[in-house]
């Protein structure tokens, strides 16, 4: 609040003597009559009026204090509660991050990761459990702890007439429905196992498409195998051409019987057979060449 400074009321004359003479009296009385009229009732009443404004304007003063006052109240009131609920949602977090900390954990001690041998405790140096798995990064499979040692996780002695849900007269299989099969034993088949006959667009083979492939060949050609399985897996596939013109020229590393590639004829359908075991390095091919279709 701004104070409302008072107008000061002008000096007056002298104040009548009635022991001066009559006239001089008379004419003192009159000053002293008009000032008093015109100059000290009217600068009363403004100092009066004054005095009301300045204590009204203090009064206001004091409700919006109050008020403001009451308004701090309620933010230290909200601001206590927000400082409750950021404690509670503080310890919220640090509890979620306990259990996601101890699922880690867990998931880690039953999936022990890739590893080159057989671990014998888990990823915290505690025991091994029931059921918990890793890769063998050596023997190229996965492998699962049964309570008393490490054991191949896929082990058929029986008819499967389903495998991960699939089943019918025809179960189509991915690698992820399998995964690696055991090193030792054998996989016996009832009925015909078939695969996709893959068309080969460009001039590169790739192996890991499948087994048996289709190619035409319009011009001089020169094929590539690609994505060969590593040394010590044996693979084989088939190659159907359709040569219509051109020459054929396959890698260096086909050896084919008696050292020579076979001589074809353009105009007709040849089959060519391919093996390798040593990932590639040497592939031993042989050609069933010149069908009329």
């Not at 009301?52 to 509660?81: C, H, K, P, W």
């Not at 499979?141 to 082990?155: E, Q």
């Not at 020169?222 to 088939?238: H, K, Q, W």
């Amino acid at each position: 609040m701004t104070a409302i400074a008072p107008t000061p009321i002008p000096a007056g004359p002298a104040v009548p003597n009635s022991g001066l003479p009559e006239p001089t009296f008379d004419a003192q009385y009159e000053n002293f009559n008009e000032w008093e009229r015109n100059q000290l009732a009217p600068g009363m009443n403004a100092l009066a009026q004054n005095a009301f404004d300045n204590a009204s304007s203090t009064a206001t003063d004091a409700v919006l204090a109050m008020g403001y006052r009451n308004s701090a109240g309620q933010s230290a009131a909200s601001a206590i509660e927000a400082a409750s609920t950021a404690t509670t949602q503080a310890g919220n977090a640090s509890t979620s991050a306990g259990q996601a900390e101890n699922s880690r954990i867990e998931a880690s001690r039953l999936n022990l990761g890739a590893k080159a041998a057989a671990p014998t405790v888990d990823n915290q140096g505690e025991a091994l459990r029931t059921g918990a798995t890793y890769f063998d990064t050596t023997l190229n499979k996965w492998r699962a702890w049964s309570g008393a040692g490490w054991v191949d996780p896929l082990n058929v002695t029986g008819a499967v007439s389903t495998v991960n849900g699939k089943s019918g007269p025809d179960v189509v299989l991915a690698p992820a429905d399998v995964g690696a099969l055991p090193a030792a034993g054998a996989v016996a088949v009832t009925g015909s196992v078939r695969a996709p006959r893959v068309a080969v667009q460009a001039l590169a083979i790739d192996c890991s498409t499948g087994n048996y492939f289709a190619k035409t060949i319009a011009a001089n050609s020169t094929l590539t195998f690609g994505s060969v399985p590593a040394a010590g897996n044996a693979y084989g596939m088939s190659i159907d051409v359709t040569h219509t013109s051109g020459v054929i020229t396959w890698p260096t590393s086909v050896k084919w019987p008696g050292d020579a590639a076979p001589t074809l004829t353009a105009g007709k359908v040849h089959k060519f057979l391919f093996t390798t075991s040593d990932g590639g390095v040497t592939w031993r091919g042989a050609a069933l060449s010149n069908y009329a279709s």
